[in-house]
Nanobody, 122 residues
């Protein structure tokens, strides 16, 4: 089993920044990649970004490319999501997830955190 705990969410004004953290524990070596997803009220969960533990390969949704940066610290088993130039439409609950492949489809990720709220005011 893999446990994931997100932190770093909060309320920020448009144009501001936040850094989310996803701390992983357990059998993390059994996973290949960690992804960040978000879900706004009444909407489906959508892919934001993903990174591989080995090699640090990254992939971003077009909506966040150039504004968000995903990174990892293997020694701490932690993945970060640096979010800059935040917009009101970025408001959502943000989840990290771990899985055996780096894809954009939520169902391919076996392990999920509890989520952290990000609210961007205009």
């Amino acid at each position: 089993q893999v446990q994931l705990v997100e932190s770093g969410g909060g309320l920020v004004q448009a144009g501001g920044s936040l850094r989310l953290s996803c701390a992983a524990s357990g059998r993390t070596f059994s996973t290949y990649a960690v992804g960040w997803f978000r879900q706004a009220p009444g909407q489906e969960r959508e892919f934001v970004a993903a990174i591989t533990w080995i090699g640090g390969n990254t992939y971003y949704a077009d909506s966040v490319k150039g504004r968000f940066t995903i990174s990892r610290d293997n020694a701490k088993n932690t993945v970060y999501l640096q979010m800059n130039s935040l917009k009101p439409e970025d408001t959502a609950v943000y989840y990290c997830a771990a899985g055996s492949t780096m894809v954009t489809t939520p169902s391919w990720y076996a392990y999920w955190g509890q989520g952290t709220q990000v609210t961007v005011s205009s």
